[in-house]
T-cell receptor, first 110, second 114 residues
Framework: QKEVEQDPGPLSVPEGAIVSLNCTYSNSAFQYFMWYRQYSRKGPELLMYTYSSGNKEDGRFTAQVDKSSKYISLFIRDSQPSDSATYLCAMNQGAQKLVFGQGTRLTINP | DTEVTQTPKHLVMGMTNKKSLKCEQHMGHRAMYWYKQKAKKPPELMFVYSYEKLSINESVPSRFSPECPNSSLLNLHLHALQPEDSALYLC?????????????FGPGTRLLVL
């Protein structure tokens, strides 16, 4: 069993929809949680990071962490075609090694 | 500014060639990383430098040789690579924020080994 599970998709939704991306993890020692966005043939771009349970909002993006369920989510409101990318969750215990999910390929259709 | 730059953007090399990938950051980050990413897979950690010293080597074959000349620069020297080494090579740097090393990635070098 992988330490971090993420549905690779692909996920296709219409423009304007609310998108929900999720990861589950097995290591209860993980304390820090990140979401990266990666456009095709580009490097990952850090979208959000959090180290506590609850919600963190940044514009159209909300990151949610539920440590009791070992479950994290990224919500995208009013999705745009420019949000089409692969979204990677990543987490660790605070050290330098990140554990990544497989990435979810998301397409927003105009 | 959270910019990590990498050169070249693309590289094609034969199995007998020697080449180098370069990475630069001017954010004052004291940790720098090399990752390898194959298509439709997440990045795989190769090396970590902390304060210009190699702190993590993920059992990478010796045909990959990292070098950190100073706190802003990171090189990856390539020699006698195999076709299966073709991938996107990503550099990252990090700073500690609230006990967490937050990593920022460069755009990558796309390597093709013939």
């Amino acid at each position: 069993q992988k330490e971090v599970e993420q549905d690779p998709g692909p996920l296709s939704v219409p423009e304007g929809a609310i998108v929900s991306l999720n990861c589950t993890y097995s290591n209860s020692a993980f304390q820090y949680f990140m979401w990266y966005r990666q456009y095709s043939r580009k490097g990952p771009e850090l979208l959000m990071y959090t180290y506590s349970s609850g919600n963190k909002e940044d514009g159209r993006f909300t990151a949610q962490v539920d440590k009791s369920s070992k479950y994290i989510s990224l919500f995208i409101r009013d999705s745009q075609p420019s949000d089409s990318a692969t979204y990677l969750c990543a987490m660790n215990q605070g050290a330098q090694k990140l554990v990544f999910g497989q990435g979810t390929r998301l397409t927003i259709n105009p | 500014d959270t910019e990590v730059t990498q050169t070249p953007k693309h590289l094609v090399m034969g199995m007998t060639n020697k080449k180098s990938l370069k990475c630069e950051q001017h954010m004052g980050h004291r940790a720098m990383y090399w990752y390898k990413q194959k298509a439709k897979k997440p990045p795989e950690l190769m090396f970590v430098y902390s304060y210009e010293k190699l702190s993590i080597n993920e059992s990478v074959p010796s045909r990959f040789s990292p070098e950190c000349p100073n706190s802003s620069l990171l090189n990856l020297h390539l020699h006698a690579l195999q076709p299966e080494d073709s991938a996107l090579y990503l550099c990252a740097s990090s700073q500690k924020v609230a006990d967490q090393e937050t990593q920022y990635f460069g755009p990558g070098t796309r390597l093709l080994v013939l």
